[in-house]
T-cell receptor
Framework: DVKVTQSSRYLVKRTGEKVFLECVQD?????MFWYRQDPGLGLRLIYF???????EKGDIPEGYSVSREKKERFSLILESASTNQTSMYLC??????????????FGDGTRLSIL | GQNIDQPTEMTATEGAIVQINCTYQ??????LFWYQQHAGEAPTFLSY????GLEEKGRFSSFLSRSKGYSYLLLKELQMKDSASYLC???????????FGGGTRLMVKP
């Protein structure tokens, strides 16, 4: 079974802090994704990566950056946390080529609160 | 632009059948996924449709009509454990990027 592991289930940070969310997958997947999930808005894509050191902006990249130094690890960085970034953050990974029918496998999520 | 619509909430009775609809307008289409998400848990994959028609997988079936921009997820013989959110997601023209609808929260009552 694919395992996608997010470093924290719950995290509380202060406005202006730099925040790191880590995600590791154990199935040698090429593609990794960061989403945020808010009530009524569904999952919205922040960034994704299709290879080491490669990244692409999703629908809502503002205020975020990412890092993929190793194939198994994809980090989401909040450069200067703000209260509107309080949300559930989900990491996902999938194998293979573009337009693939391979489903994305999700981590359990990190519920981040910015005070 | 991308637009995916699903009902926000549905209620059904244990043992019954429920149909959850999803309509989409996207720039390009390379398949539609359904995921199940229990409260506080990760979404898990249920089905994938890329051709028109019905795909059956046990108690769950998923239907697609590309000409109508429409899909539904059919759940038969409902069980209490089927209470969850059901997420519709479309694979468009941008590589492996999925666009998700807002999700349908299904409550199964005894």
């Amino acid at each position: 079974d694919v395992k996608v592991t997010q470093s924290s289930r719950y995290l509380v940070k202060r406005t202006g802090e730099k925040v790191f969310l880590e995600c590791v997958q154990d199935m040698d997947h090429e593609n990794m994704f960061w989403y945020r999930q808010d009530p009524g808005l569904g999952l919205r894509l922040i960034y994704f990566s299709y290879d080491v050191k490669m990244k692409e902006k999703g629908d809502i990249p503002e205020g975020y950056s990412v890092s993929r130094e190793k194939k198994e690890r994809f980090s989401l960085i909040l450069e200067s946390a703000s209260t509107n970034q309080t949300s559930m953050y989900l990491c996902a990974s999938t194998r293979g080529l573009s337009y693939s029918n391979q489903p994305q496998h999700f981590g359990d999520g990190t519920r981040l609160s910015i005070l | 632009g991308q637009n995916i619509d699903q009902p926000t909430e549905m209620t059904a009775t244990e043992g019954a059948i429920v149909q959850i609809n999803c309509t989409y307008q996207t720039s390009g289409f390379n398949g539609l996924f359904w995921y199940q998400q229990h409260a506080g848990e990760a979404p898990t994959f249920l089905s994938y449709n890329v051709l028109d028609g019905l795909e059956e997988k046990g108690r769950f079936s998923s239907f697609l009509s590309r000409s109508k921009g429409y899909s539904y997820l059919l759940l038969k013989e409902l069980q209490m454990k089927d209470s969850a959110s059901y997420l519709c997601a479309v694979l468009g023209n941008a590589g492996n990027m999925l666009t998700f609808g807002g999700g349908t929260r299904l409550m199964v009552k005894p």
